[in-house]
């Protein structure tokens, strides 16, 4: 599958943005929100299986939303925070669950990123 993201941007400590992944080719299974912090390996944010079931990251629960509808994937960010800088990414996997969601080594195809800045 080809996964464009968009939605990134600028905000202040607090504010919110939400982040679109369209997912178009072949049918895409569970997917995902992974992101790069400056100096640091790429980290699962959240996944969503084909069943609608979530997952998250302890670091964003309670402030952070994935959803999906048909072939597109979305992140609601809610209350962002410096700490959530970064570059974020969408995947995709061809298999409707996965065992280990927040792990990118399972997921098959990638964006090509979109960046979120917090400023304080």
């Known amino acids: 599958a080809q996964l464009v993201e968009s939605g990134g941007g600028s905000v202040q400590t607090g504010g919110s943005l939400r982040l679109s992944c369209v997912a178009s080719?072949?049918?895409?299974?569970?997917m995902g929100w992974f992101r790069k912090l400056p100096g640091k390996e790429r980290e699962g944010v959240a996944s969503i299986d084909v069943t609608r079931a979530t997952f998250y990251a302890d670091s964003v629960k309670d402030r952070f939303t994935i959803s999906r509808d048909k072939s597109t994937l979305y992140l609601q960010m809610n209350n962002l925070k410096p700490e959530d800088i970064a570059m974020y990414y969408c995947a995709s996997s061809a298999y409707g669950r996965l065992g280990d969601p927040l792990r990118e080594h399972q997921y098959l195809d990638w964006g090509q990123g979109t960046q979120v800045t917090v400023s304080s």
């Open positions: 080719g072949y049918r895409v299974g569970q």
